[in-house]
């Protein structure tokens, strides 16, 4: 066989050629970078609050105040706390949850559904100038809570108008995309349901409207049918695990809701326990079971994150019955934290960094008005939670 000469340039792009192709190589079994997304919930436009100084302050205007801290998040050194990433600049921000409760539900002297859906759009769909890895603005991953599907199917006391979906409306559009997008008019609660999924960096993330309840959970089974059992779970939704009795639905025929009954009809499972909810809390046992049971037999779901009581908690669900153990991650509310309404030095939003290499995920507390009179205070970190999402 005649051997083969090649030119000094020849041999010089051959070369080059082979570089590039170890490079391809090499990325595609780089380590996926880390995910970092920010956690916030019950915005409730429409009420005000005393904030910075001053009275009678909007959701509008805290909300905002919020969203410009955010914005500072990727320049903010992360504390040495053996998480992920810890001692590091945060860097990109790829995603910007809000589970629900947009609107203030419209009692008296609150503005309606649009008005304040309008104003969110202003701060979290315009206002955030985080972007990710991929150097596009951050997501913006919503679902609603019991104010806005309140003011979409109405509620036992007066609200002014008596109904108003476009809360959810808007937000079924942003996060579903129907080819058709929906209206106020055709908008029907019971059948067009806030449900969606995510997979990111190997972990599957659901979104659902207010609880797992018995019908939710038909759409969950459907959703994880489609992931292996292998394949980490993370829930984002409105409701604790506990959910509330009066979120249930009014077991008496004709089911409807009342001043006196207390039940908000927000879920399709009726309850179960009684005839009258309690206006706080209230016994969901038997509801609760039901979901435990989901969890039994999906153990791949690893962590659950939620608002509607709202102040920063890490803790662990157990159940009715003490036979589940489910890391669960409670955030604050700019406008009605249990603590931080009265203290605004704790408010707070939440610092999700997940490893995907590693499958880890590391939590932190991200406070931002430590210094409400300081307009250029940095944000500091409070409590921090590492979590494995290792399916085993």
Same mark, same amino acid.
């Given at each position: ?7 000094? !340039? ?6 080059? %050629? ?113 972007? !990710? ?7 913006? %991953? ?11 199917? !109405? ?30 008019? #055709? ?35 459907? @959703?994880? @049918? ?31 809701? #009342? ?61 009715? @019955? ?14 009605? !934290? ?8 704790? &408010?707070?939003?939440? %610092?999700?960094? &997940? ?13 931002? @008005? ?18 494995? %999402?290792?399916?085993?």
């Amino acid at each position: 066989m005649e051997n083969i000469k090649l030119t000094s !340039g020849q041999l010089l792009r051959l070369l080059l %050629l082979l570089l590039v192709a170890q490079a391809a190589s090499a990325q595609k079994k780089e380590t996926p970078r880390v995910v970092n997304m920010l956690f916030s919930s019950d915005a409730h436009y429409g009420l005000t609050r005393a904030f910075r100084g001053d009275t009678g302050v909007t959701g509008h205007s805290v909300n905002a105040t919020m969203i410009a801290q955010m914005n500072t998040m990727p320049g903010i050194i992360l504390p040495a706390d053996s998480g992920v990433n810890s001692g590091t600049r945060v860097g990109a921000v790829d995603y910007v949850v809000q589970t629900g409760d947009i609107a203030n539900r419209m009692e008296a002297g609150v503005q309606i559904a649009a008005a304040s859906w309008a104003q969110f759009e202003q701060d979290y769909l315009h206002g955030l100038k985080l972007r !990710g890895h991929d150097s596009k603005r951050a997501q913006v %991953l919503v679902t609603p809570g019991n104010h806005d599907i309140s003011n979409a199917i !109405g509620y036992g006391k007066p609200m002014t108008p008596a109904t108003d979906p476009t809360a959810m409306v808007k937000i079924y559009n942003l996060m579903l995309k129907p080819k058709q997008p929906l209206t106020n008019e #055709t908008y029907n609660y019971h059948t067009q349901k806030v449900d969606y999924s995510r997979n990111i960096g190997g972990v599957h993330f659901m979104f659902l409207t207010l609880w797992p309840d018995s019908a939710q959970r038909i759409w969950m089974q459907a @959703d994880l @049918d489609t992931v292996s059992a292998t394949t980490p779970v993370i829930i984002f939704t409105h409701d604790q695990p506990t959910c509330e009795a009066k979120h249930f639905t009014n077991p008496v025929a004709p089911f409807t809701m #009342t001043q006196e009954n207390k039940f908000e009809n927000l879920t399709e499972e009726r309850y179960k326990e009684g005839l009258v909810a309690t206006a706080n809390g209230g016994n969901t046992a038997i509801e609760q079971r039901g979901w435990v049971a989901f969890l039994k037999r999906h153990p791949n779901i690893k962590a659950y994150f939620h608002g509607n009581s709202n102040y920063n908690e890490f803790y662990t669900y157990k159940g009715p @019955d003490d036979d589940v153990d489910l890391k669960v991650f409670r955030v604050d509310s700019p406008m009605k !934290g249990k603590y931080s309404a009265k203290d605004e030095t704790k &408010l707070s939003f939440q %610092l999700i960094s &997940l490893d995907p290499d590693k499958q880890i995920l590391t939590v932190r507390e991200c406070l931002w @008005d430590t210094e409400p009179l300081l307009k250029s205070q940095k944000i500091s970190f409070g409590a921090t939670a590492t979590v494995s %999402l290792k399916v085993n």
